[in-house]
């Protein structure tokens, strides 16, 4: 399975924009990047995906660059309840075990009010 | 709607006791999901239901471990002669289709802790 590498944490302040960096150098060409955060004593919850373009939800915006292999969560206006681990996984478009979801150790995201 | 809930939200048993954890997914799911988090890693998958069956048990550590989903709906992880290192966060997580691309929303977990 592709693997994804990620900062073991980061800081920011409330209210500012939070980038979340991922790196899947050995993805390939029909693997989606999705995106799952996992608040404090809660389970992961999904957040975002895409495969080439850019995309925007209510949640965050997926930026992917060209070569896609590096991708970054954006938070527009980070919040103290953003305060989570952010995990960046690869999911094949289809067939094999793609159901499964293989997290790695995530970005713990810590917002300072 | 009501989410994936699980129970009992905090387990503590004894080395080599038996332990059932239980899983209701988000009502209409097909697939549903078992996961182990231990402390500070990322989740771990177990196993895999499309309705009844188990498509995939692979993530099961030994044959100590368990999992039924008898109605295709509620599903039971259980755990024979637990031994200390099977303490641990427990997720069950369920999607609508087959698993393509379907979000998974996941329960708040149970928390396992053998003494």
């Known amino acids: 399975d592709a693997k994804t590498t990620q900062p073991n944490s980061m800081e920011s302040n409330e209210e500012e924009p939070v980038h979340l960096p991922c790196n899947h150098s050995?993805?390939?060409?029909?693997?989606?990047i999705h995106w799952y955060r996992q608040l404090p004593s809660q389970g992961p919850e999904y957040v975002i995906h895409?495969?080439?373009s850019n995309v925007n939800n209510r949640m965050a915006s997926l930026a992917i660059a060209e070569d896609r292999k590096s991708s970054t969560l954006i938070l527009h206006r980070a919040t103290l309840r953003d305060a989570a681990v952010y995990y960046c996984i690869l999911r094949a478009f289809s067939g094999g075990s793609n159901y499964k979801l293989t997290f790695g150790k995530g970005t713990l995201l810590t917002v300072n009010p | 709607g009501a989410g994936v809930s699980q129970t009992p939200s905090n387990k503590v048993t004894e080395k080599g006791k038996y332990v059932e954890l239980r899983c209701d997914p988000i009502?209409?799911?097909?697939?549903l999901y078992w996961y182990r988090q231990s402390l500070g890693q990322g989740p771990e998958f177990l196993i895999y239901f499309q309705g009844t069956g188990a498509a995939d048990d692979s993530g099961l550590p030994n044959d100590r471990f368990f999992a039924v989903r008898p109605e295709g709906s509620v599903s039971t992880l259980k755990i024979q002669r637990t031994e200390r290192g099977d303490s641990a966060v427990y997720l069950c997580?369920?999607?609508?289709?087959?698993?393509?691309?379907?979000?998974?929303?996941f329960g708040p977990g149970t928390r396992l802790l053998v003494l």
């Open positions: 997580a369920s999607s609508l289709g087959s698993g393509d691309q379907e979000t998974q929303y």
């Open positions: 050995t993805i390939s060409g029909t693997d989606y």
């Open positions: 009502s209409g799911h097909t697939a």
């Open positions: 895409g495969l080439t």
